[in-house]
């Protein structure tokens, strides 16, 4: 099989406010094959720049487009392709825009080679562990415990198991941060898994005096306490926490994750369509499960994501808990048709060969970025 056009697809929502939320402008990434098969993949980053970095024309070494570097290739040779557009980037890339938008072909190379087979994704990546991903649910902070209250209780009569609370007015001082938690808890009951997104709020000093406040509320983790690059202070942080520390979001490729192990991180977040794709993922899982750590995916775009993170859980053996976006926008409620419902707090995987999903041709046409 030969790959004989990339395409990617800029949506966007015509109001795009400046809030924490990855579902208003999205880069779709399509590769078609001399087969008749499309791949279809997914970056959650600056979707200009990351369109720029595949239509790039060729340059000195190093420097290529990622179209360029994938036609005429053969789709079915992902660990090939994914060193040869990482390799091929490096002047630009391994860290930045190069490295997310990777992560998108990277995806679409999977479902081509799943259509290809007749096989989902999460067979390709290790087996069934599961037909259904536990959810959880993230949302910000409420204005006071009370909103945080309302909004525990709006995850409960949903059904779900799992909810995370962040950002907001958290991590201003400590009474009010435990007044958000407990109120949070109240509402969940001892059942409940509870998770704290501290949003990058502290300092080494206070993030361990907070985790030990936090501590009696069961959280199951607490995360980005610190600034993302301060890695020394996580490690001194997951020394000292007694409950487990979370991050790895904004990080990419599968030696960003292997740091953050190394630096004692108990749980990491990888965005499959951020951090290099599944290719990455797999192997971030890999080390995970070596380490005794757990890899759980963050996931706030569209239902591209949503799916590839199902297929990913889905093939590891403690894969059971998915990052599920509530947010009303078309890029995630109707893009993908088939889009994975939530059932009481479960997540369906798909099950038709590649990712297993199909993109609404109309919701492109009114999106798209010309
Ligand atoms: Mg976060």
């Not at 992902?78 to 490096?90: G, H, S």
């Not at 501290?198 to 080494?204: D, L, S």
Request: one cysteine or more.
């Amino acid at each position: 099989m030969e790959i004989t056009a990339v395409e990617p697809v800029h949506l966007r929502v015509p109001i795009v406010d400046a809030i924490p939320d990855g579902t208003l402008d999205v880069l779709v990434v399509l590769i078609h094959t001399d087969e008749g098969i499309t791949g279809i993949g997914e970056v959650t980053s600056q979707s200009y720049v990351c369109k720029a970095c595949f239509d790039a024309p060729r340059s000195a070494a190093r420097r290529h487009g990622l179209t360029s570097i994938l036609l005429g290739e053969d789709p079915l040779d992902i660990e090939r392709l994914w060193q040869k557009m990482y390799y091929e980037t490096n002047r630009y890339g391994r860290r930045g825009a190069a490295i997310h938008a990777i992560s998108g072909a990277d995806i679409a190379l999977w479902d081509i080679v799943g259509k290809h087979q007749g096989r989902p994704v999460y067979e390709l990546l290790g087996g069934a562990h599961r037909t259904t991903v536990r959810a959880y649910a993230s949302v910000l902070f409420g204005d006071t415990p009370d909103d945080t209250a309302a909004l525990a209780r709006e995850f409960v009569d949903m059904g779900l198991t799992a909810a995370k609370f962040g950002w907001g007015p958290f991590g201003q001082d400590a009474d009010t941060d435990v007044a958000h938690v407990q109120a949070a808890r109240k509402v969940l009951g001892d059942t409940r898994e509870l998770m704290v997104d501290a949003g990058h709020a502290w300092q080494i000093e206070t993030a361990i005096e907070r985790a030990k406040l936090l501590a009696p509320f069961n959280i199951a983790w607490l995360e980005e306490p610190l600034s993302q690059d301060d890695r020394k202070g996580y490690a001194q942080l997951c020394r000292n926490s007694p409950v487990p520390i979370a991050a790895g979001e904004g990080d990419v490729t599968h030696w960003d994750f292997e740091d953050l192990i190394d630096r004692g991180l108990h749980v990491v977040q990888p965005d499959v369509a951020f951090c290099g794709g599944l290719t990455v993922c797999r192997r971030v899982s890999e080390m995970c499960q070596a380490n005794d750590r757990r890899a759980v995916p963050h996931c706030f775009s569209t239902g591209i994501n949503l799916a590839a993170s199902l297929h990913w859980m889905a093939s590891i053996p403690d894969g059971d808990l998915v990052e599920y976006c509530l947010r009303p926008s078309p890029l995630m409620r109707k893009l993908v048709k088939n889009l994975p419902p939530l059932i009481d707090g479960r997540v369906p995987v798909p099950d038709g060969p590649g990712l297993g999903i199909e993109l609404d041709e109309d919701v492109i046409e009114q999106f798209r970025v010309r």
